[in-house]
């Protein structure tokens, strides 16, 4: 039966190929046809791939890829997806339409657009891209598409690093049993990790960091419509991203970036409120989420200082009655005493915090005690604190420093952080009735003296 007996909007489609015969000069459609022939081969990666969009793929779901498609609405004939992926679930279809770029091109603004609207004369569900530029969830574009556009078709964005970043994970943590798909998706990561696929990590900030390290250094005051500003935040969202995924790989599981509820849905206000965060505090930060650890993960880059803060707040424990009693019960879980690694304290009331190393805490725990001696910390917060000097002012070498720092620090700290949670209760004995009034009596024997 031709497919567009089965799928009306398909007019033309090439099943995708897992050896996709293409000239040479054809890397985007040799890698396309490559991923899309083998998500329906591997149903944990397609599960782990279409989850991103909401999509959940079943064991009894039916996925069929294309390549070379011509959609039935076409009216631009110019305008040709990279691929196309259908699931049946039986009693529905869910579809989208694959656009696909590697080494240094970006997605295109108006040709997304375009798919977009093609989707929607076709009655198909959503967009997919495919690039090197990093989102910070699947759910937003590194392209502005118009609300409007987006009412009955959503867009969605992998980068490439996601897409290494799920096929890692499932190959880390041994989920998939069949054989065969163990050596492709092995074979698939050996193939997606060659520098020839195009495939490319973030490893250096904008062109204007180093002009944006000097006018700080300076004590330049910082302007909010400055290009120079914008572009460090652009450069952090992308390299915010491409560290979660690193810190996925490191870990095994997905580790995700906490965002403020309010600026999830809407990337232009939260490139505006992390643009007046830079420009009042000169901090660039972020936040992450390791699956059941202690707290979360705080990262910030200092341009003041020149400094990078990993960190982690924990609440101290309530049970133990001294500062040096709450604060062993933190120092034994942290196993390390490397130089850079600090403990602050926070207070009750208006006390301010209090700092000191690991290192010397451990020989002299009061050393971080407030003024008014009568007091306990509330909760500790464990840092690790490295400066870089000339090295942050540096495209690349600011990037290398940050991806080394970060997982020393979980590797140090977070993976051992416990959060305290209280004791238990113990159970109220209650006595029997008959065993108070034999007590009792028993006391009133010996003040009166009766037998």
């Known amino acids: 039966m031709p497919e567009s007996d089965v799928y009306p909007f398909l007019k033309q489609g090439e099943t995708a190929r897992l050896f996709p015969l293409v000239s040479d000069t054809s890397r985007e459609k040799r890698i396309a046809s490559i991923l899309l022939a083998i998500v329906p081969m591997i149903p944990s990666l397609a599960n782990s ?14 996925i069929k890829t294309f390549t070379e498609i011509v959609l039935a609405q076409d009216d631009d004939k110019k305008c040709r997806p990279d691929g196309l992926v259908v699931v049946s679930t039986g009693k529905s279809n869910w579809s989208a339409l694959f656009e696909v770029k590697t080494g240094k091109a970006d997605l295109d603004q108006d040709q997304v657009q375009r798919y977009v609207t093609l989707a929607k004369d076709n009655g198909i569900d959503a967009v997919i891209t495919i690039s090197n ?9 590194p392209v502005h598409v118009p609300k409007a556009l987006l009412k009955k078709v959503k867009l969605f964005h992998w980068s490439w690093m996601s897409i290494v970043t799920h096929c890692e994970i499932l190959n880390g943590t ?13 074979e698939f990561l050996r193939y997606l990790n060659d520098d020839r696929t195009g495939i490319e990590r973030f490893t250096q900030m904008g062109p204007q960091w180093r002009d944006l390290i000097q006018s700080v250094t300076n004590n330049v005051s910082l302007k909010r419509t400055s290009p120079e500003v914008e572009e460090a935040i652009v450069s952090w969202f992308e390299e915010e991203r491409d560290l979660g995924l690193q810190m996925s790989r490191h870990i095994g599981q997905p580790v995700e970036t906490v965002i403020e509820r309010k600026l999830k849905e809407d990337p232009a206000a ?5 643009i007046g965060s830079l420009v009042e505090t000169y901090l660039l930060s972020s936040t992450y989420r390791v699956p059941d650890s202690a707290a ?5 880059a200092d341009l003041r200082s020149k400094t990078f803060q990993v960190s982690m707040k924990v609440k101290a424990p309530i049970d133990k009655k001294t500062t040096k ?5 933190l120092l034994r879980m942290i196993k390390a005493d490397d130089p850079r690694l600090m403990i602050r304290a926070h207070w009750p009331g208006r006390a301010p915090v209090t700092q000191s ?7 002299n725990p009061d050393s971080i005690q407030t003024d008014n001696s009568l007091l306990t910390p509330h909760s500790f917060e464990v840092l690790l604190v490295a400066e870089t000097g000339k090295r942050f002012a540096g495209r690349r070498t600011f990037i290398e420093d940050l991806e080394s720092i970060v997982p020393v620090f979980y590797d140090l700290v977070g993976q051992h952080l416990r959060a305290w949670q209280p004791t238990p209760p113990k159970p109220i004995l ?14 009133n024997e010996t003040v009166t003296g009766t037998p």
């Open 174 to 186: 041994g989920s998939i049993t069949n054989i065969e798909q163990v050596l492709l998706l092995r």
């Open 325 to 329: 009693a709450r604060l062993s019960w």
């Open 270 to 274: 939260r490139l505006k409120s992390s």
């Open 357 to 363: 190393s690991v290192s010397v805490l451990r020989e």
């Open 49 to 62: 791939l279409l989850g991103t969009t909401g999509l959940k793929v079943g064991s009894r779901s039916r």
């Open 133 to 141: 530029q990093f989102v910070a969830r699947p759910d937003h574009s």
């Open 430 to 443: 209650i006595q029997p009735v008959e065993q108070i009034a034999q007590d009792n009596l028993s006391v």
């Open 296 to 300: 979360d993960m705080e990262v910030r």
